[in-house]
């Protein structure tokens, strides 16, 4: 989105200008950034050290400079800080954006102004005036110059995406075979060294980088430290990597020669502990780019660094939320900037920028989720997994048309990166394999269906969740080609086969699956799209809820629903009345939670340190629990359960399962979780997957 919106006010984040009551201001480099910031992280309060490290990042510069900026973005918005409209300051914590700016792709002002002079110049184009040429008495009609105009236009934007030529399916090669998984693969640019990120089996990451010719490997490790996703500057002698801990998330750079020496390491950029960003160097090699999310709830903004002076600016880019901008190239030529832009799951939206004209366009908007993207060697198209399940490569032009199939492979692909050979690429090739695993009281043992024991079953059966008042079970498992949900009753000889209860006519990505308090009733989260499935007639009906980022879902009761979404950049609690269509807002600031019957009460988790808070129907806080979950949501799945009379989830602190008793104060260990993810409880066991195989290798296409 190019305009940012409020009131008799708007942004032009292309040319960096202010429209403010009709009056168009430039402002100057940092008073724009600081002012972005602002309208960017509105309603909440922003301390000194943020906008220091955010605004005026790798440069040393005292309190009085942002002072002195604040007081030039005051002025620009007509603010009086004795009676502000706009930025209010919090004493000893920092500055509050008062105003929730709207972002557009068109400008309110422009439209007036071409509504205002538009009764004038209609009769002239449709009475289609002549033009006379000087020295040659040739005459064109205005129609014939606007239809050169427009034809001009097509020509100067669309023509490299639809002149594309196809690529030929290419063969392809493995360059690792360990039974281990390698990520973000990268070549060197002399296509003589392979770099990639190697995960261990407790699941700790290091860099690995192999001579393609000697074959001899160096490791770069540290502890307590999770180091990826190397990249090579243009020279071959530099890469950027990742080092993300518990404390901290920077993206350090470092001589190829001396990367194994830490303290011979400097930092390019922080990142914050939300953030899993993605990075590259500029093919002149004189920018570095990456992406990075400010909060939670905030989408991914591109920064782009000058690598001589260290100074970092914020990319023209869509405003959005949801993942924002996740994934993004640059072209071979280094003259576009092609983003991925996700507002609401499955939805896809592909953003051009001109870096020469700062032009950025919408060139096309897809049904599904595209994972990442590299532009292809041509410049003028992109190479980007197919949709899920991703078994192949494909080719696409810059508004998503597929031109090709450029790699078909038996496993599921990921992380493409473009060779520097004007012709290949190398990509991920992985294959994961979970079972179900059911454990009571200590004893592990696999689930029985149909009598016998479901032993590995060769396909990825994932998100199992157990009834509330019985060992049935429900869980998703790749039997056929799609993600489906199957439901398993316990009979009196063990459990039975499996029930297929769905039939999508379309590849989903699954979250979450939930049993209803009585258990005759079964949720499923699938790509910011609610199911509720019918256990005894095995119907399944799509909830009217479109274009909300949905985070996390519980039931209330068996009426309604609990869910989470992201508003104006915040966490918001809303309760869902199925058979009227209804949202109540609940509160706002938590991450989700679960409805108490037995104390008519909401247990949620809060963003203030992940404490879990009981909270009345008409919103009054009655209690804060000693008792912090950690992660409050993963892969969209809510971090706490009642189980028994008990408030249980996941610390990450402890590593284990924690619970508070209702009534109770206390907090202590629940039971031990042999795995972090994945899992369901009851009264009387724990249903979780466990991961039989786990392989991902680095492949490359061959040309003929």
Not at 544 to 550: A, G, K, T
Not at 628 to 646: F, K, M, T, Y
Request: aromatic share 10%; with cysteine.
């Amino acid at each position: 989105m190019r305009y940012l919106q409020c009131q008799d006010i708007e942004i032009d984040t292309q040319n960096q200008v202010l429209n403010c009551n009709g009056e168009v201001i430039t402002l100057a480099p940092k008073v724009y950034e600081l002012l972005l910031y602002f309208c960017l992280n509105s309603q909440r309060v922003i301390s000194k050290d943020e906008l220091m490290e955010h605004v005026w990042a790798g440069t040393l510069v005292t309190e009085n400079a942002i002072t002195r900026t604040l007081v030039k973005v005051r002025k620009a918005l007509g603010d009086d800080p004795k009676s502000p409209q706009f930025i209010v300051t919090a004493p000893r914590k920092g500055y509050r954006m008062l105003q929730s700016f709207v972002a557009s792709d068109d400008s309110v002002f422009l439209k007036r102004d071409k509504d205002a002079v538009g009764l004038a110049n209609s009769s002239k184009l449709e009475l289609s005036t002549s033009i006379s040429t000087k020295g040659t008495g040739f005459k064109v009609s205005s129609k014939i110059i606007l239809g050169l105009l427009v034809l001009a236009y097509i020509l100067f934007f669309y023509w490299p995406i639809s002149s594309s030529p196809s690529l030929k399916v290419k063969q392809i090669k493995a360059l690792t075979r360990e039974v281990s998984q390698e990520l973000f693969p990268t070549v060197s640019p002399d296509l003589n060294r392979l770099a990639y990120t190697k995960i261990t089996t407790n699941g700790a990451k290091y860099l690995v980088i192999e001579n393609l010719k000697q074959h001899e490997k160096k490791t770069v490790q540290q502890p307590d430290m999770d180091l990826s996703k190397i990249v090579w500057s243009y020279n071959n002698e530099q890469v950027a990597f990742l080092s993300q801990s518990k404390q901290s998330c920077v993206i350090y750079l470092a001589s190829l020669s001396t990367i194994e020496q830490t303290n011979t390491w400097e930092p390019l950029t922080n990142c914050s502990e939300y953030s899993n960003p993605h990075f590259l160097f500029s093919p002149d090699g004189k920018s570095f780019l990456f992406n990075d999310r400010l909060t939670s709830t905030n989408g991914y903004q591109i920064f782009k660094i000058d690598l001589k002076s260290g100074q970092k600016e914020i990319v023209n880019q869509p405003i959005t939320v949801g993942k924002g901008n996740y994934s993004f190239d640059v072209s071979p030529n280094g003259e576009y900037l092609v983003m991925l832009n996700s507002e609401f799951e499955p939805i896809t939206a592909i953003y051009t920028l001109n870096f020469q004209s700062s032009v950025l366009k919408k060139t096309g908007q897809l049904d599904y989720l595209m994972r990442s993207v590299a532009f292809n060697h041509d410049s003028q198209s992109i190479v980007h997994p197919s949709p899920h399940p991703a078994y192949e490569l494909w080719q696409s032009t810059l508004s998503g048309e597929k031109l090709s199939v450029v790699a078909s492979n038996t496993s599921r692909v990921k992380h493409v990166q473009r060779l520097n050979n004007n012709r290949d690429f190398v990509f991920v090739s992985y294959l994961l394999n979970r079972d179900l695993v059911y454990q009571a009281d200590g004893e592990e043992s696999q689930f029985l269906e149909g009598g016998v024991a479901e032993s590995n079953s060769s396909v990825m059966d994932y998100l199992p969740t157990l009834a509330n008042k019985s060992n049935n079970y429900a869980f998703v498992s790749k039997r056929t080609s799609n993600s489906e949900v199957y439901f398993v009753e316990e009979g009196r000889n063990g459990m039975k086969e499996p029930i297929k209860i769905t039939n999508f006519e379309y590849h989903v990505k699954l979250y979450d699956l939930t049993f209803s308090p009585s258990d005759q009733q079964l949720l499923i989260l699938a790509d910011n799209q609610l199911f509720i499935a019918d256990i005894n007639t095995k119907h399944v009906a799509r909830l009217p809820l479109s274009n909300r980022s949905i985070q996390a879902v519980s039931w209330q009761n068996e009426e309604r629903l609990l869910f989470t979404t992201i508003r104006n950049n915040n966490w918001q609690v809303s309760s869902y009345h199925i058979a009227t269509e209804t949202l109540t807002d609940i509160a706002d600031g938590y991450y989700g939670g679960i409805f108490i019957p037995k104390l008519q009460l909401f247990a949620l988790v809060s963003q203030q340190e992940n404490q879990i808070t009981l909270m009345t129907e008409q919103g009054q806080v009655t209690k804060s629990l000693a008792m912090n979950c950690h992660p409050a949501v993963e892969s969209r799945q809510l971090n706490l359960h009642l189980i028994d009379g008990e408030l249980v989830c996941f610390s990450q602190k402890t590593g284990q399962l924690v619970s508070v008793p209702l009534g109770s104060d206390v907090a202590s260990l629940w039971r031990n979780l042999p795995a972090r993810v994945d899992f369901s409880a009851n009264n009387q066991g724990i249903i979780y997957t466990k991961m039989s195989q786990s392989i991902a290798d680095v492949m490359r296409t061959v040309s003929e």
